[in-house]
């Protein structure tokens, strides 16, 4: 069972920064691929960043460039830093883990973040 909760979401203007942390519960935090997700209203799930379990990082399109994913896994966290930011990246992000212990995924309750003027 893993729990993934996320938190530093909110208001920020365009062209500003926020970082994004997700924690893991569980004991196997280190052998999980983590990634970011994010959706906005009336659009599919989207695909924003990936980090395995040696540090290989993936980026979405349009975030490449401008986020950062890095984890700690001393203390079981995932973080997004998030640069320049405009207003399309406006949506709910989720922190995803896929666990192969349990031979399934899971995903956090999500986080707001709103970049508006």
């Known amino acids: 069972q893993v729990q993934l909760v996320e938190s530093g979401g909110g208001l920020v203007q365009p062209g500003g920064s926020l970082r994004l942390s997700c924690e893991s519960s569980g004991s196997a935090f280190s052998m999980n691929v983590m990634a970011w997700y994010r959706q906005a209203p009336g659009k599919e799930r989207e695909f924003v960043a990936r980090?395995?379990?040696?540090?290989?990082?993936t980026y979405g399109h349009s975030v490449k460039g401008r986020f950062t994913i890095s984890r700690d896994n001393a203390k079981n966290m995932v973080y997004l830093q998030m640069n320049s930011l405009k207003p399309e990246d406006t949506a709910v992000y989720y922190c995803r883990a896929i666990v192969p212990a349990d031979l399934k995924d899971y995903w956090g309750q999500g986080t707001q973040v709103n970049v508006s003027s």
């Open positions: 980090i395995s379990t040696g540090g290989i990082t």
